[in-house]
């Protein structure tokens, strides 16, 4: 079958190739034949090596599908059902999911470390443990969720990650109040999700901040009040907050110069939402004064920081309802013969989101 694989970290092209086969169907598993999948800046982190991820790989998490086949003691799967990848799935007998935060449960990490693919020349592992850019796909049945009929496998790939990640930063992690003022650093997919978020909660204020200018011009689509470039930023936290600071900053970039911009321009008792993925050699310096005297929380949001399957019914009920719009985050849509241009548009922030269609 045909995949688009990095052969090594830190290369920006991948090689589509059609010699590549997906491996690991048995007990437990399904095997889904892929029909879109969302390009995310997770995956360019992780062709770059600020997500650690073993290489060769085939990028993508955020994919869609029809299931193929189903293995043995599979029993809410069948062979046709549509499903949505999940690729942090959750285990339901770890202290994490017993706790209620099934997006800090670790079990879907644990198939990460195992091919999902292979190639005459050897192994080729999937970007967090699944792997979408391709036509095939073999995960654990914990990693594929059924979605109604009525989702289009465009809009159930985005819920995949970057919708639930965004929406469940300022409804779960962030629980914005009404009424309150927000500035969300970094609109792609994600960040616009976010926005959408904050907007549902009744934020009365939502500064979009990017230093792309279609990027600004889309957040004031999606419910932003105000969009600025990042060096206007200090400016609009002064029109809108006398210079006190947003009740709520968003910082969806994974960066510590802009988790440390967005730290800054969050009022003291304030909450700063760290929602980028970053790399772990990137520290955010903060001295220990300011972090007892302002008192601002800094609240870290996984996936959206909740319950992953509620996160995915609760996204289709809005999107149903049209409270959100979903379709509009998909700017570009291509083949995966042209997956290395949709990468350059990622890149260079002309894209909020593309859809590969396999």
Not at 224 to 240: F, G
């Amino acid at each position: 079958m045909r995949a688009a694989v990095l052969h090594e970290t830190g290369q920006d092209k991948v090689e589509v190739l059609d010699d590549v086969e997906a491996v690991g169907f048995g007990p437990g598993k399904v095997r889904i034949r892929v029909r879109a999948t969302g390009l995310c800046h997770s995956d360019l982190s992780a062709m770059s090596g600020v997500l650690p991820q073993p290489a060769p790989f085939v990028p993508g998490h955020e994919g869609a599908g029809e299931i193929l086949e189903v293995g043995e003691g599979v029993q809410h799967l069948k062979a046709g059902d549509r499903v949505v990848v999940c690729w942090l799935p959750a285990c339901g007998a770890c202290p994490a999911c017993k706790r209620g935060q099934s997006q800090l449960c670790l079990a879907g990490f644990m198939n990460a470390g195992t091919p999902n693919f292979r190639r005459p020349g050897g192994d080729v592992f999937g970007f967090a443990g699944t792997g979408t850019f391709t036509e095939e796909v073999v995960v654990d049945a914990g990693c594929a969720v059924p979605v109604p009929d009525d989702v289009p496998f465009d809009i159930a790939a985005l819920i995949g990650c970057g919708v639930t990640t965004g929406l469940g930063a300022a409804l779960n992690t962030a629980d914005v109040e009404a009424g309150a003022s927000v500035a969300v650093i970094g609109c792609g997919g994600v960040g616009i999700s976010a926005i959408q978020g904050a907007r549902l909660k009744g934020a009365a204020e939502i500064v979009a901040v990017d230093p792309v200018a279609s990027r600004r011009e889309a957040a004031l689509r999606f419910g932003a009040t105000r969009a600025v470039a990042p060096d206007e930023l200090a400016d609009a936290k002064q029109q809108i907050t006398g210079g006190e600071g947003f009740d709520y900053v968003f910082e969806v970039v994974g960066k510590a110069a802009t988790a440390r911009t967005a730290y800054d321009h969050t009022r003291r008792g304030g909450t700063l939402v760290v929602v980028g993925a970053g790399a772990m050699d990137d520290f955010l310096q903060l001295n220990m004064f300011e972090l007892f005297f302002d008192e601002k929380r800094i609240l870290p949001s996984m996936y959206g920081g909740g319950d992953v399957l509620r996160s995915y019914e609760r996204t289709i009920a809005l999107w149903r309802a049209g409270r959100i719009d979903l379709a509009g985050l998909i700017t570009h849509r291509v083949p995966l013969a042209e997956i290395n241009e949709a990468l350059d548009q990622m890149r260079t922030g002309t894209a909020l989101r593309t859809c590969i269609e396999i």
